[in-house]
């Protein structure tokens, strides 16, 4: 067997190791006689599972006692209509569009009351953050809200908005899990899982306790947060196989990783090797200002689109797979997440300076 290196954005690459633990457990879970994906989300050992899996949650991103953490579906994009129907208590919100899904996010959210833009990285093609300590905020926004990786444009943040009273709201989906988070500075943080954590098919949700109970009452059930964290996320059947990978995932990077500052040096490590190839020839070419570089999702371009066509598909051929860019922005994006191991990267640098080589 033969896996390839898979750049890609999402779903993408799980660690080995866990998927080996799955397939040494898929056909009897424990003593269980049955597979996770059979078992009833209320026998005794699918509520081990979970607990163990929110548990495992709280202790690798450090989540104070006055949070509480739930499993949705619907994915990330379902929490971009959760959040002004649970939170726009004011009828406002403020919004930084840095890119696609912080912009999809802030129209969804105009659906249910004003949303102030209060920054952009537009006028630039996304290629920048912008300084979160110049934004006029809305006094009586409800939150605001910021998309912390931007997995298409290949840009991240280095400091975030902390207004005093306003709660702060972030999608992680491209990075949660990258590197330590201080969860005090957020209201709700939530990411779908298929980027860094596990299979497609759940978002996670990481809400401060005063910000819950204020949904109006026409809020439909599966879309208020309270009424899933009211009952740790079995108010219905959950997305059962989802919070097992995310379980045995959260354990990996905990036990065998050594946790979220090791993963963050390992990755650090591993982008920087890109990105120091990009910067030492004139053939590829990152489009990002340097201090907002994403460590996850490294994008660049070669010449002109057609030698991007080749370069990619002579990459697939040699094992190297998913570097297309996303339609937006064209060119190639390596999305180098936690399960990527540091000889991927590596390997792909050899194969781009021997393409710049016998292409140049
Ligand atoms: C992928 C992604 C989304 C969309 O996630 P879905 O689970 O497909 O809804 C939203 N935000 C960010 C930052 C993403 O990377």
């Excluded at 439909?220 to 740790?232: A, G, R, V």
């Excluded at 190639?332 to 050899?350: C, D, F, H, T, W």
Aim: hydrophobic fraction near 40%; glycine fraction near 6%; charge should be negative.
């Amino acid at each position: 067997m033969a896996r390839v290196y898979n750049f890609s954005a999402g779903p993408s690459m799980l660690p080995e190791a866990v998927l080996r633990t799955a397939q040494a457990e898929l056909l009897e879970y424990g003593t269980s006689g049955q597979s996770v994906m059979e078992m009833s989300h209320r026998s005794k050992y699918f509520d081990d599972i979970i607990v163990k899996t929110e548990a495992g949650i709280r202790k690798l991103l450090n989540v104070p006692d006055n949070y509480k953490i739930g499993f949705f579906q619907g994915g990330a994009t379902q929490q971009f209509a959760m959040v002004p129907l649970n939170l726009m208590t004011t009828g406002k919100a403020d919004y930084l569009v840095t890119g696609n899904f912080s912009n999809l996010a802030a129209k969804e959210a105009a659906k249910f009351g004003q949303v102030n833009i209060v920054a952009s990285s537009k006028d630039r093609n996304f290629t920048y953050i912008p300084d979160v300590t110049k934004v006029e905020y809305t006094p009586d926004a409800s939150y605001i809200h910021i998309c912390h990786n931007n997995t298409i444009f290949g840009t991240t943040y280095q400091q975030v908005p902390q207004v005093e009273g306003i709660p702060l709201v972030a999608d992680m989906s491209s990075d949660i899990m990258s590197m330590p988070v201080d969860v005090n500075q957020y209201g709700l943080i939530y990411f779908g899982v298929q980027k860094n954590v596990a299979p497609a098919g759940m978002a996670v949700a990481i809400v401060r306790e005063d910000l819950l109970g204020k949904a109006p009452e026409n809020v439909p059930t599966m879309m208020n947060y309270t009424t899933i964290l009211e009952k740790d996320s079995m108010y219905n059947t959950p997305p059962c196989w989802c919070i097992y990978m995310t379980g045995l995932v959260v354990d990996y990077l905990q036990n065998t990783m050594g946790g979220l500052e090791k993963m963050h040096e390992i990755n650090k490590a591993k982008a920087k090797v890109l990105y120091d190839y990009l910067d030492s020839q004139e053939f590829f070419h990152n489009p990002v200002e340097k201090e907002y570089r994403s460590l996850m999702n490294v994008t660049f371009t070669s010449p002109d689109p057609d030698m991007d066509k080749k370069f990619c598909a002579e990459a697939a051929a040699a094992g190297f797979v998913n570097l297309k860019g996303h339609r937006l922005v064209g060119g190639m994006r390596a999305s180098i997440y936690n399960a990527m191991p540091p000889e991927g990267v590596a390997k792909l640098v050899q194969f781009m300076d021997d393409f710049r080589k016998a292409n140049s």
